[in-house]
């Protein structure tokens, strides 16, 4: 038995509609299914307590409307929380491919997103990448790279 492929990437976000701006209207991700629940018998079944009622949206990148998807979901009554850094245990940045990094770059830096650092070219292993991270609207890290 194995894990067969990635089916979605949960990003927790304090304001669904200002992320859905960032991600389908500045990244061009596409909604591909939205719910809203009083709350989550899935959840609570999961072990979840409390209140697990929450907004979602999946959206699709590129030609991939089978995903891998990135989940965006607004808690009702989130837990505070903290950004989390480079070096902190969990999911602490997703890496997204795109076919022009430098121009991806202008685009995200004309609409004032915050960016961490030009893009540089990097070894990863034996691949060579060139790449860039920005902070989404929740502090999330997001990198943009591109093969070289």
């Not at 067969?4 to 200002?18: A, G, P, Y």
């Not at 960032?22 to 991700?29: A, V």
């Amino acid at each position: 038995m194995r894990m067969e492929h990635l089916i979605h990437v949960n990003l927790c976000v304090s304001d669904l509609d200002r992320s859905l701006e960032f991600y389908r209207d500045l990244l061009g991700g596409v909604v591909v299914d939205e719910s809203a629940k009083d709350r989550s018998e899935f959840m609570e079944r999961q072990g979840e307590t409390g209140d697990t009622g929450h907004r979602a949206a999946f959206l699709a990148f590129g030609d991939n409307f089978r995903g891998p998807y990135i989940d965006l979901l607004e808690w009702n009554t989130p837990d505070p929380g903290r950004p989390l850094t480079w070096k902190s245990i969990g999911i602490p940045r997703i890496a997204v491919g795109v076919g022009d990094v430098d121009a991806f770059y202008e685009r995200l830096s004309e609409a004032g997103v915050d960016i961490l650092g030009p893009p540089e070219s990097l070894k990863v292993g034996r691949s060579s990448i060139r790449a860039f991270t920005v902070r989404d609207p929740d502090g999330i890290l997001i990198e943009f790279a591109t093969r070289q």
